[in-house]
């Protein structure tokens, strides 16, 4: 086969380049930001991999995609950590937590000394939670950049460029893809990263809360990444003061050691969604469109790639393809 061009090197590029590398394919990567970094949603992403969590709002293929990702992502760039997920709720929002297990399946109930026991820092704060065993995490922007590094090893560099499709194209922009991808949408996620030394937790802790759910996620020598909002819009970059102080209000309802956090980063970007949140793969003449990953890119950016590269060498139609959509 000749060489297959893919633009865009965020996680879904990173996945598709890395996936069809494996299977012996020519590729040249572009991405006119360069390698991963702040320009690209994937850079501010929690990296839950998480998909029966994800049951309680996303669709079935979410959650059935979903479960590739654990497996591939350790098998690719490694550094995944399998130690479940935890769902809390304070005792004014129990019903949040009776609302989320109806919704989700694959997790087990928790009273405070079982808490307590996965948990300890969350002893006499936590009186109730759900478990969900078989779900792990990973660092996005250590997860990527191993990705990339793997590909330099293999002779692909990321070619800071712009370049217009010749030849099988798979097109990873994300939101910049709306110039022929009319229905794509962006979909604002704030997130706060802090220090917290005094705070232990060793799995993603979600804090439910009937207007903004909260998610931690531990990154090791006491750092967590704390997010993230879920508004509609287009914009990136600007983390709003009302964001900032629900999260942290957050986090401080956990657990009040998080008042005496060491704020290290604060960042904010515009994920690509369609209208019902499901990724879709379009193709266009001999360019395949990769979209629409929604807050899920980690988790089905794998699933995503397995299917591409299987459509590109085997004709494999996949379940998520629309390319007679206007």
Known sequence: MTEITVIGAGVVGLCATTELVARGVRVRLVDRGGAPGAHGCSW???????????????????????????????????????????????????????????????????GAEQVAALEPDLESRVRQALFFPDEAHLDPRRALGALAAKLRERGIEIERATVRPEGTTIDCRGLAARDVLSDLRGVKGEMVVLRCPDVRLTRPVRLLHPRLPLYIVPRGDGVYMLGATV???SERGRVTARALLELLSAAYALHPAFAEAEIVEIGADARPAFPDNLPRIRRRGAVIYVNGLYRHGFLLAPALARRVADLVLEGQRPEMMDEDHA
């Open 44 to 110: 501010w992403a929690g990296g839950m991999l998480a998909p029966f969590c994800e049951g309680e709002s996303a669709e079935e293929p979410v959650i059935r995609l979903g479960q590739e990702a654990a497996g591939w992502w350790e098998t690719h760039a490694g550094g995944v950590t399998c130690n479940g997920s935890l769902v809390v709720a304070l005792d004014r929002d129990r019903d949040e937590l009776a609302r989320f297990a109806r919704r989700t399946e694959r997790h087990q109930a928790l």
């Open 231 to 233: 508004i509609e819009a």
